[in-house]
């Protein structure tokens, strides 16, 4: 079976902390905000408290950096930059639903905006989980004001397969990396950086915790538990991949997903009873070819003119 796990292990190995240097110039220059790119360059990132330990494990701890090495893995960066684009557009015109389809690869890109998505969205990944072949999806979406996103891998080579399996893959800002989330992570490397974010946390926001240990502790143990459930390497079948990440995605859009079941998938901190979103974004490509993962993420390691910064959603 392939599987973009390989080029998973070159990031946790190699950290994409080039890709974040060209991403934040890109922000910079392009956009033209008024914290200059500069300012997050390598350098000064390793300066501050924790050095380029800590710097390094905040570029592998950003849910968009690892979400978007793997689709660009799979797919290539070409693909996935039109689908990039094709979001901003959508922004920028106020479009949604379907924004971007490319005939000749299967392409799409979707702007979910709505109550009335959710049975959209619900019969789109259908469609996709029964389709042959590999294919290779990211979602993006806003719980109440945290953004979040990762990739799903999936896997059918029906000469050799039975049924279709799947893969995710995830990171969590400042909390834990693809690596972690893989099962392959250490918890100490983890509980030092969660560490320094407690360091940094308005004492008002402290003062939620019993310490930094009531802190740390819950977050370990939430990872654990998400990387059992749906990652770890671990193929689900549809059936898994449905009621652990399908049905309360859909269960988003449609007005509310149980707190239990948004933090078993994404293992985030969120208190919230109930969590909606208002913008889901996918970025889905029917078709790619494992034959080309290996070049694919050779290429975007490159450091191609093409690379851009993570599309804004809304």
């Known amino acids: 079976m392939s599987t973009l796990l390989p080029c998973a292990n070159d990031l946790a190995k190699n950290p994409p902390v080039d890709i974040y240097q060209v991403l934040m110039n890109w922000w910079a220059k392009d956009l033209g905000k008024d914290n200059p790119g500069v300012e997050k360059n390598w350098a000064n990132q390793c300066k501050l408290e924790g050095g380029e330990k800590a710097a390094t494990f905040s570029v592998e701890a950003t849910c968009d950096m690892a979400a978007m090495c793997i689709v660009m893995a799979a797919a290539g960066v070409t693909r ?43 019969k ?4 996709w989980c029964g389709l042959e072949g590999n294919g290779v999806v990211q979602l993006k979406f806003k719980a109440k004001y945290d953004w979040h996103t990762f990739a799903v891998e999936r896997v ?3 000469d050799k397969d039975k049924i279709p399996l799947f893969l995710v893959y995830q990171a969590y800002q400042n909390v834990y990396r693809l690596t972690d989330f893989l099962g ?7 509980a030092d950086h969660l560490a ?3 360091k940094y946390m308005k004492e008002k926001d402290q003062s939620e915790f019993k310490g930094m240990d009531g802190f740390i502790e819950p977050i370990l143990e939430r990872t654990v538990a998400t990387a059992k459930t749906i990652g770890s390497g671990k193929p689900l079948d549809v059936v898994s991949l449905t009621k652990y990440v399908l049905d309360p995605l859909t269960n988003m859009l449609a007005g509310g997903v149980s707190n239990k079941d948004y933090v078993l998938m994404t293992a985030s901190g969120a208190t919230d009873n109930t969590l909606s979103t208002d913008t889901m974004a996918v970025l889905m490509c029917d078709h790619v070819s494992p034959g080309e993962y290996k070049k694919n ?17 809304d």
Request: aromatic share 12%; net charge positive; glycine share 4%.
């Open 184 to 190: 392959w992570g250490n918890n100490k490397e983890q």
């Open 196 to 198: 320094l974010v407690w």
């Open 297 to 313: 993420y050779l290429a975007l390691r490159e450091l191609p003119k093409e690379l851009t910064m993570y599309p804004e959603c």
């Open 124 to 127: 789109l990944f259908e469609r």
């Open 80 to 122: 996935i930059e039109a689908m990039k684009g094709a979001i901003r557009a959508a922004v920028k015109k106020e479009i949604k639903n379907q924004v971007f389809a490319d005939n000749a690869t299967g392409d799409q890109v979707y702007l979910f905006k709505e109550k009335k998505n959710a049975k959209e969205f619900a």
């Open 156 to 158: 059918w080579d029906k």
